[in-house]
């Protein structure tokens, strides 16, 4: 993967971070911008949490320490917002999907500079691919850094759902799993339970939910992230939501995290990535998402 120009900036949305590389000679001058969400105390009290705006995947002393600068911030929303403000100098934007930044057309035409766009984590909802594709953009996640910490939550809501652990303090209606039909992604960890599995996106399980054929619903992904007090999710009869949340076990951050840095470092030498992180590689779109 070929850089176009000495000069680097790199924008982080875990919240974004932006990252500006010195021109031979230049002095680099540190500006603080923060695209994660704030991690506030638990920040401090645990440094293996990473993927909070104060930790900044704890990658902040590496970068700067081969000439890069490191701006980043939870503030992502809105033409004033600092993600705005710095967008059209990066070249590359690293976004998180637990706090994510919407990398809309309008944002890639106002990128100019744009050449690499970075998931810690895995998944790409929030990215206007087509746009991405078309502006000649690399896109890329860290796939199956956090595959196990969603499996092992999603398993703990269904669980919670089927077995009406939270009200059962006032009424008693809890049921086996076993022979029940679990609406799910492909969460392997729910077969020995003896249950039927529908793979199915989002929108239809809730179809399949609103038709009263659904007995509960369990996640943690919204839209828009974060979800506004309105949103008709939180008000669903029998649910097991919560913020998006599940992938960010501080295994999972730690994963991507070390995934991020490796493909940065690639991305630095010119080097090509994993192929299975790829969703668009120099404006062309993976198999899985044509």
Same mark, same amino acid.
């Given at each position: ?9 790199? &924008? #982080? &949305? ?11 000679g230049r002095s680099l001058h540190q500006e603080d911008r923060g695209v ?21 995947? *704890? ?5 700067? #320490? ?23 100098? $990066? ?5 998180? =999907? ?25 998944? #790409?909802?929030?990215v206007d691919l087509a746009a991405a594709a078309a502006a000649g953009l ?22 919670? =759902?089927?077995?009406?652990? =939270? ?15 679990? *609406? ?13 599995? /529908? ?7 809730? #179809? ?5 054929? *659904? ?36 295994? *999972?951050? /730690? ?8 493909? =940065?470092?690639?991305?630095f030498k010119g080097q090509d990535f994993p192929v299975q992180n790829y969703?668009?590689?120099? $404006? ?7």
């Open positions: 993967m070929a850089m176009r120009g000495a000069a680097r900036q790199v &924008a #982080s &949305a875990l919240g974004p971070h932006v990252l500006r590389n010195a021109p031979p994660f969400y704030k991690g506030g105390e638990y920040a401090d009290r645990n440094p293996n949490f990473v993927d909070c705006a104060e930790n900044a995947l *704890g990658i902040r002393g590496w970068l700067e #320490s081969q000439g890069h600068q490191y701006v980043v911030t939870d503030d992502k929303d809105g033409p004033n917002s600092e993600l705005e403000k710095h967008i059209a100098d $990066g070249h590359v934007l690293i976004t998180t =999907l637990f706090h994510p930044a919407y990398v809309t057309a309008g944002r890639i035409a106002r990128a100019g500079n744009l050449e690499l766009l970075l998931m810690a984590g895995i998944g #790409s909802d929030h690399t896109v890329a996640e860290v796939t199956g850094s956090n595959t196990v910490s969603v499996a092992e939550d999603q398993l703990m809501r269904v669980l919670v =759902l089927v077995r009406n652990f =939270l009200p059962v303090h006032r009424r008693r209606r809890a049921h086996d799993l076993e022979g029940k039909t679990v *609406g799910a992604g492909r969460i392997g960890r729910l077969k020995p339970f003896g249950c039927r599995l /529908l793979y199915h996106d989002r929108l239809l399980i809730f #179809s399949w939910f609103n038709t009263g054929n *659904g007995k509960g619903y369990g996640g943690d992904v919204w839209h828009p992230q974060p979800a506004p007090k309105d949103h008709p999710w939180r008000y669903m009869s029998n649910n097991a939501m919560t913020p998006h949340i599940s992938g960010t076990t501080i295994d *999972g951050q /730690l994963r991507y995290a070390a995934g991020v840095k490796d493909m =940065l470092e690639r991305y969703i668009v590689k120099e $404006g062309q779109l993976a198999g899985q998402y044509q």
